[in-house]
Structure formats: C-alpha cells, structure tokens
C-alpha cells in the first residue's frame, strides 16, 4: 500500500488575527475549531437554508450547519461567511454594517475589521475551492493553531484508527513557532505499516497557493523540523 501524503499550508499574522490555509477544508474547520459555531450568516448564498435577511442566508443551529458538512463546497468555488450569535442580532445590521459585509465577501479583507459588534462573530470564513485556499480570522487569535495543530492530529489520528491522543510536544512548539513564518506540514502516512513521518518546511508568506505548490521543489531547501510516529 502506497503513502498517502498530506500537504497542509498555513500563514499565521497574529496582529490581524488572520491565517491562510491550504489542506483544510470546510468540513475540518468545524471538526477543529475551539470555539464552536452556533450559526452561519453566509457571505455568498448556496440557497440550502430557509431563512433569510438583508438578503443574506442565514443556517441555524447544529442541524442546519449538519446539513452544510454534507454538501460539496468544492463546488460552490467562493464559500464565505462570518457567524452570528443570535438570529435577532441580524436584523439590527446597518446599512454601514452591510456594506462592510459585501466588502469582506468582495476583497477576501475587511475594510475596519473583520469582527462586528451587532453579531457578536468569533470568524469570517473566506475560502476559494474549499480546501485549496482559506483565509481565516479568529477574534481570539491563539485559536488559529489550534485549527492547524488539531487538523494535523486528526490526519495522523486516520493512519491510527484513533489511537494517537495527542501531538508530541516538541512537534506543537515548532508548529507554534514557524506558522506566523509560513509553514508547509508534510504528513506521509501509512496504515499498512502503521506509521506517520511529519516533516515541517518554513517556506515564508504565499498568497498565491498554486504557485506555492507548483515550485515546491524550488522553495523547499531543507527540513526545519521531523518527527516519526
């Protein structure tokens, strides 16, 4: 049985409260994330939710954000959305706060900030094939590892069945040092021999992630850090 490789690449700017991801798609961002999502105000409508206001859809609750892990946002190309705390929070937008909204949508960045005080959001999800890229903003900025530390235990947890609890520590640390530099995490997994190599790369900021990925032989020069498990 062949390796199965897994290429994640993420950029960490703390003082923006920003990362980008690629090799983490939608439905690992729900997996992952610390701080759970009550609802979704989407950004861009997909028309599988039934309510709406200001013209944006809306998904509540857990059923709704179920429903969504199911479908392909792959194919949707631009899956963009901030969360919401409270369905009656919505309705008190502005005029201002719409078009700060269609801005984030427009521009993949917000134009005061990415977080609004009338919906109380701890996000703003803008991805383009989900998967592919992701940019990403976290009100409490510590929970953009998080994501990327539980992703690669989880990738690490389907070579095991489950039976890795957690990252070495060594292999956090680094992670937490070299993501605000631009980190390439290469996981090669095989169930067949039962074992994991991870190898980290500092491969600086891109924000272009086909170019990243097609010069990967040019930009990586050598190994910053490895772990077998």
């Known amino acids: 049985m062949s390796n199965k490789v897994t290429k994640i690449y993420a950029k960490l700017t703390p003082e923006r409260d920003e990362a980008i991801f690629s090799g983490i798609k939608f439905v690992d961002f729900i997996e992952c994330v610390p701080i759970s999502i009550k ?15 200001h013209r944006f859809e809306l998904l509540e609750g857990q059923d709704d954000i179920a429903k969504l892990k199911l479908q392909n946002i792959y194919n949707y190309g631009d899956f963009c959305f901030v969360d919401y705390e ?7 937008l502005t005029g201002d706060n719409i078009a700060e909204l269609l801005y984030l949508t427009h521009m993949y960045e917000p134009l005061k900030s990415p977080f609004f005080d009338v919906l109380q959001n701890n996000y703003a999800y803008l991805s383009h094939d989900d ?7 976290c009100k409490e900025w510590k929970a953009l590892n998080s ?18 609890s957690s990252l070495p520590s060594d292999l956090t640390k680094k992670v937490v040092e070299l993501s605000p530099k631009g980190l390439l995490v290469v996981l090669e997994a095989s169930k067949q021999r039962n074992k994991a ?6 491969v600086g900021e891109h924000k ?6 097609n010069n990967l032989e040019n930009i990586i ?9």
Request: glycine share 4%.
């Open 208 to 213: 272009n992630i086909d170019t990243l990925f």
């Open 39 to 53: 609802n979704m105000l989407l950004l861009k409508p997909i028309d599988i939710g039934e309510k709406y206001c």
């Open 221 to 229: 020069s050598h190994v910053s850090f490895e772990v077998q498990l």
């Open 197 to 202: 190599v991870i190898k980290l790369y500092e």
């Open 86 to 92: 409270d369905t009656a929070l919505v309705s008190q």
């Open 131 to 137: 998967g592919w890229y992701c940019k990403l903003y």
């Open 147 to 164: 994501i990327l530390l539980n992703k690669i235990l989880n990738s690490v947890r389907q070579t095991f069945c489950g039976k890795i």
